[in-house]
């Protein structure tokens, strides 16, 4: 694929800029395909695609036999938000922290090594750190890495800002992440450092990243004080939903 | 829009069904662009566009410089599924249940009207029921309508399943969906039914529902054991993730 933009993603980029900046109001209908053609210069095909795409995403109705109108809570989250609490809080208009715990080399037990699709006793690199939502305690965040990754981080100041960031600046190809979110009780070190009773619900997000050739990168478990972050998404009637409900059982 | 699916939509379609299939299988390279034009004798954009769409759904890697691979753990939810928890049941392979607790027909409450967005003391029907996944209990569901959609159920058995789908044959629209998860601990309510110590983390998805023309249709609230369901899904390097984590504070 070139590296321009085809007029499909310039078309929902700026639909979607505009539906964020809120110049096309959640309730309202969206400008109709001949409307949208005109302004862009476009033939339908383009403004179509671009609009599947604002349907797969949650910012605009089905369109069923009707207007497509703007729908309300519209909001994305960028490729390093999903990896990198720092960035979302950023993103989101907060102050990012971070109180290390711990980083640790040593060798993987067999979940993890399974969960990073390593050799057990293959070494790996952990880190335990506090995440701050504007200065007060919000997430427990535990990270685990392959040496190969994980060895940019051993003389890396972890209390100094996003190891991400660290690790995308280090040449590391972190290409696509899987996130699983279920609900878990505050364990001993949760309780002590989110400052709450042991067994506190917690919104876990546990998550597996991934290289463009399909090596595990990372995997993490990140448990969140529940009043400080929830997942919102919208679903369009005819929109596969890419948030999937599973079971253990 | 047309009825019929523009070529995009069924090369989408097509690549989707094979790689739950597995027919391609994890990790495997997706066939070229030039080998998918062939197949499906298109030219490059419905193929780059369906590719998109599967990109925005976690299905296949960004193919950033390389070629495109298959993603391992590629579930996707129909809006069905989405909606209705019988329907997402039947999906996963597992029997749906439930035992109603009451059916009320009763004012709104000021946080109720404004979740429906009617005017408080304005009759609304809900819903409360013990839900069953293979004959043991694992979620408990409240749902609220406004009079006009609820008073399809004042008739109806509520124990004989599918609320969803009765809605759906008493001809009520439901276009879009948001859902909000976070995690919250069992009240008494819960706690009863699920046979678990109250203030036991359990999984609690929010949800509004809506009709095409942006009225609100449902404001329900489920809350499921732990290790009865949790979600996942995949991100792409470059695709916004229509799941967006959102904070209270």
Redesign the interface.
């Known amino acids: ?1 070139g590296t321009t933009l ?1 007029q ?2 310039e078309i929902a980029a700026f639909l ?1 800029n505009a539906i964020s900046r809120k110049e096309f109001a959640p ?1 309202e209908p969206l400008p109709s ?1 001949s409307e949208l053609c005109e302004r862009f210069h476009s033939s339908r ?1 383009p403004v ?2 671009a609009m ?2 604002l349907r ?3 910012l605009i ?6 207007r497509t ?1 703007v ?3 519209v ?5 390093d ?2 990896i990198s609490y720092s960035e ?1 809080c950023r993103q ?1 208009g ?1 102050e990012p922290g971070q109180v290390t715990q711990s980083v640790t080399r040593r060798p993987a037990d067999e979940a993890l090594a399974a969960a990073l699709d390593i050799e057990p006793k293959s070494p790996v690199v952990s880190v335990f750190r506090l995440r701050l ?2 200065g ?1 305690p919000a997430m427990v965040e535990r990270l685990n890495y392959p040496l190969d990754v994980g060895r940019h981080l051993l003389t890396f100041d972890t209390d100094s800002g996003s190891i991400y960031q660290h690790l995308i600046s280090s040449g590391v190809d ?12 505050a364990d001993a070190d949760d309780a002590r450092l989110l400052e709450v009773a042991e ?6 997000v546990r998550r597996r990243a ?1 290289s ?3 090596n595990t990168i990372e995997s993490s478990d990140d448990r ?1 004080l ?24």
Chains 1, 2 share one sequence.
């Open positions: 694929m085809q499909h993603q979607r309730g395909e095909g179509r695609q599947a795409t797969s995403e949650g109705s089905s369109g069923r036999g009707r109108i729908l309300d809570t909001p994305t989250q960028s490729f938000g999903v979302w989101s907060f939502l504007n007060v972190i290409d696509n992440a899987t996130r699983t979110i279920d609900a878990v009780g067994g506190t619900p917690l919104l876990r991934f463009s050739n399909g969140y529940p009043g400080t972050a929830s997942f919102t998404l919208n679903t369009i009637r005819g929109n596969p939903s890419p948030l999937s409900m599973v079971s253990a059982r």
